[in-house]
């Protein structure tokens, strides 16, 4: 029987994780095979997550598979290694328009599957054999296929690029290191990679744990959503029983209302009628009697006069007829009333309860809590462009770069009459409201100011209007020699060294406002933990002639 050649699709043999021939081969639950010692040290860096992946197809396996070498993949392998015997190749193992072709072959070229970085040739898988078999190739340096491998030659000497220079991190030959490049730092191209090789896998180490932190945060986003939604939907089934309770309550009570009204109506209409059927009787009673007077008035007769009179002359007690005379007119009048009360005062409650409940619905944080900054470049990913209204600034201060910078005055500013213009204090807002997370600091020229924030609805006229002396605003005031923290009038000394600039940092969904001296590090100078029911404004107070406070330009 003749022997029959096998032709080996080398990437089929190839690991996927190292790129080289399978060593050790085994094959996982999924079909897929790798290096032993490959799939080993992949899962090893899964050991945390407790889910074992296949890095190809990413199937996942609960607990960790255990290994078994494939011994007929081994054997098969090994025969690629010795033998490396081809039949006729087939259509799809020659060199395409973008493939790497094979420059040992002649005719139709076939892939090649490694180029020789010290030969600057490309191979096929049977003109690269003796690279396996010869010890004269054992020191060269196999590579994954490229056509650029001219990139590897000094444009100057016509010699390979074998040695990195440290000094002006480049690649150059030996000649190199010899002529411009000399008295440089200088090692082989390979230690060099070698130690860029360690950055990398330091930096692929990081990649792969930040993966793995991002997928837990995915997880704990995908289980927050569920419970949000959960919790969304209980309340909403629970409000709305809640809310059909109180329809219930009122609708009884409406009912309630009505019966007594009727009931109270049926009892006032029979008493009327009663009354009304007692006065016709009386009229008929009264009318009869008026007959039978006037007929004995007309009698001639002496004798039968004197007979009936005492009889005719009597009257009969009347019906009381005063309550009649005097009874007001408003009847049930009085009980639309009372319920036009009820009414007036459930409304004020719902008003009341109302603000509460949006205020709870403000505070409902559906995301995952945010790590406060720490240095200034962290800070500044959330610095926000903050200018100063004309319409709020005190009469004494003059606004200038652009609105970015207020100085007391001696002489008035010829500002127009504005509500929101501060009357007695020397202060200022920003025209912008600030929510969310924001930050921006402030310079001053001199010290003697108060920084702080606010909402728009803070009075404009009296002392109340100070910022930090009223439970609408939150200042740090800045002397001299020291900072102290002012809020609804009660102030709270820092202890810190003093800096002419001054950060404020602001997260208003989470409550958080604090304050920091702005130098070559982040010191926090105060934070206060409070719930923010309104926008708020950046505002300024400024203490003496020609001092000054101006808003910095953050990049």
Same mark, same amino acid.
């Given at each position: 029987?003749?022997?029959?050649?096998?032709?080996?699709?080398?990437?089929?043999?190839?690991?996927?994780?190292?790129?080289?021939?399978?060593?050790?081969?085994?094959?996982?639950?999924?079909?897929?095979?790798?290096?032993?010692?490959?799939?080993?040290?992949?899962?090893?860096? /899964?050991? +945390? =997550? &407790?889910?074992?992946?296949?890095? $190809?197809?990413? #199937?996942?396996? @609960?607990?960790?598979?255990?290994?078994?070498?494939?011994?007929?993949?081994?054997?098969?392998?090994?025969?690629?290694?010795?033998?490396?015997?081809?039949?006729?190749?087939?259509?799809?193992?020659?060199?395409?328009?973008?493939?790497?072709?094979?420059?040992?072959?002649?005719?139709?070229?076939?892939?090649?599957?490694?180029?020789?970085?010290?030969?600057?040739?490309?191979?096929?898988?049977?003109?690269?054999?003796?690279?396996?078999?010869?010890?004269?190739?054992?020191?060269?340096?196999?590579?994954?296929?490229?056509?650029?491998?001219?990139?590897?030659?000094?444009?100057?000497?016509?010699?390979?690029?074998?040695?990195?220079?440290?000094?002006?991190?480049?690649?150059?030959?030996?000649?190199?290191?010899?002529?411009?490049?000399?008295?440089?730092?200088?090692?082989?191209?390979?230690?060099?990679?070698? /130690?860029? +090789? =360690? &950055?990398?896998?330091?930096?692929? $180490?990081?990649? #792969?744990?930040? @993966?793995?932190?991002?997928?837990?945060?995915?997880?704990?986003?995908?289980?927050?959503?569920?419970?949000?939604?959960?919790?969304?939907?209980?309340?909403?089934?629970?409000?709305?029983?809640?809310?059909?309770?109180?329809?219930?309550?009122?609708?009884?009570?409406?009912?309630?209302?009505?019966?007594?009204?009727?009931?109270?109506?049926?009892?006032?209409?029979?008493?009327?009628?009663?009354?009304?059927?007692?006065?016709?009787?009386?009229?008929?009673?009264?009318?009869?009697?008026?007959?039978?007077?006037?007929?004995?008035?007309?009698?001639?007769?002496?004798?039968?006069?004197?007979?009936?009179?005492?009889?005719?002359?009597?009257?009969?007690?009347?019906?009381?007829?005063?309550?009649?005379?005097?009874?007001?007119?408003?009847?049930?009048?009085?009980?639309?009333?009372?319920?036009?009360?009820?009414?007036?005062?459930?409304?004020?409650?719902?008003?009341?309860?109302?603000?509460?409940?949006?205020?709870?619905?403000?505070?409902?944080?559906?995301?995952?809590?945010?790590?406060?900054?720490?240095?200034?470049?962290?800070?500044?990913?959330?610095?926000?462009?903050?200018?100063?209204?004309?319409?709020?600034?005190?009469?004494?201060?003059?606004?200038?770069?652009?609105?970015?910078?207020?100085?007391?005055?001696?002489?008035?500013?010829?500002?127009?009459?504005?509500?929101?213009?501060?009357?007695?204090?020397?202060?200022?807002?920003?025209?912008?409201?600030?929510?969310?997370?924001?930050?921006?600091?402030?310079?001053?020229?001199?010290?003697?100011?108060?920084?702080?924030?606010?909402?728009?609805?803070?009075?404009?006229?009296?002392?109340?209007?100070?910022?930090?002396?009223?439970?609408?605003?939150?200042?740090?005031?800045?002397?001299?020699?020291?900072?102290?923290?002012?809020?609804?009038?009660?102030?709270?000394?820092?202890?810190?060294?003093?800096?002419?600039?001054?950060?404020?940092?602001?997260?208003?969904?989470?409550?958080?406002?604090?304050?920091?001296?702005?130098?070559?590090?982040?010191?926090?100078?105060?934070?206060?933990?409070?719930?923010?029911?309104?926008?708020?404004?950046?505002?300024?107070?400024?203490?003496?002639?020609?001092?000054?406070?101006?808003?910095?330009?953050?990049?």
């Amino acid at each position: 029987m003749a022997q029959h050649e096998i032709k080996f699709d080398h990437e089929k043999f190839s690991c996927s994780i190292c790129l080289d021939l399978l060593k050790d081969p085994v094959t996982i639950h999924c079909g897929h095979n790798y290096c032993m010692n490959c799939i080993k040290q992949h899962w090893d860096g /899964e050991d +945390q =997550r &407790e889910i074992y992946s296949c890095p $190809q197809c990413r #199937q996942a396996f @609960i607990p960790r598979p255990v290994l078994m070498k494939n011994t007929m993949l081994a054997d098969l392998v090994e025969d690629l290694k010795k033998t490396g015997l081809q039949a006729a190749p087939a259509d799809h193992c020659y060199a395409g328009p973008e493939d790497v072709a094979c420059d040992f072959c002649t005719g139709r070229k076939l892939k090649a599957v490694k180029s020789c970085l010290q030969c600057l040739v490309s191979y096929c898988e049977q003109h690269l054999q003796p690279h396996y078999e010869s010890p004269a190739f054992e020191k060269h340096k196999l590579v994954n296929p490229s056509k650029k491998l001219q990139e590897n030659i000094c444009s100057h000497h016509d010699e390979v690029m074998n040695l990195f220079c440290c000094t002006d991190q480049t690649c150059i030959c030996y000649l190199c290191s010899m002529d411009e490049h000399k008295g440089h730092d200088t090692v082989s191209s390979e230690a060099e990679r070698n /130690e860029k +090789q =360690r &950055e990398l896998k330091a930096s692929q $180490q990081k990649v #792969q744990q930040r @993966i793995q932190d991002r997928e837990k945060d995915v997880k704990m986003l995908q289980q927050e959503m569920e419970t949000i939604n959960n919790s969304a939907d209980k309340a909403v089934r629970d409000s709305e029983e809640i809310f059909n309770e109180l329809i219930h309550l009122i609708e009884k009570r409406s009912s309630d209302v009505k019966q007594q009204i009727r009931s109270r109506h049926k009892t006032e209409v029979s008493r009327v009628k009663e009354l009304q059927e007692k006065l016709q009787q009386e009229i008929t009673d009264l009318k009869r009697k008026d007959t039978e007077l006037k007929q004995l008035s007309n009698t001639k007769d002496h004798i039968h006069f004197l007979y009936n009179y005492p009889s005719l002359s009597q009257l009969s007690e009347s019906t009381d007829s005063s309550s009649i005379k005097h009874r007001p007119l408003q009847y049930f009048d009085s009980v639309t009333v009372a319920v036009s009360e009820l009414r007036d005062k459930i409304q004020d409650i719902f008003n009341e309860e109302w603000t509460r409940i949006s205020l709870r619905m403000r505070s409902v944080d559906v995301l995952l809590p945010q790590a406060e900054p720490k240095t200034r470049d962290e800070f500044l990913q959330y610095s926000r462009q903050v200018t100063l209204d004309p319409n709020t600034a005190h009469v004494q201060l003059l606004l200038t770069e652009g609105n970015k910078k207020a100085t007391v005055m001696r002489e008035k500013r010829l500002y127009p009459h504005h509500s929101d213009r501060f009357i007695e204090q020397q202060q200022v807002l920003s025209k912008e409201s600030l929510t969310g997370r924001c930050y921006w600091e402030v310079e001053e020229t001199e010290p003697g100011a108060r920084v702080a924030v606010t909402y728009n609805d803070i009075i404009r006229t009296g002392g109340e209007s100070r910022l930090g002396e009223n439970d609408r605003s939150w200042a740090l005031e800045c002397s001299d020699c020291s900072y102290e923290f002012i809020h609804n009038k009660v102030r709270t000394s820092i202890s810190s060294p003093k800096s002419s600039r001054v950060g404020v940092y602001l997260d208003h969904s989470a409550g958080i406002l604090s304050f920091y001296n702005v130098s070559d590090t982040m010191t926090l100078l105060h934070r206060v933990q409070t719930t923010f029911t309104q926008p708020l404004y950046a505002g300024f107070r400024v203490y003496g002639f020609n001092y000054s406070v101006e808003l910095c330009e953050l990049k």
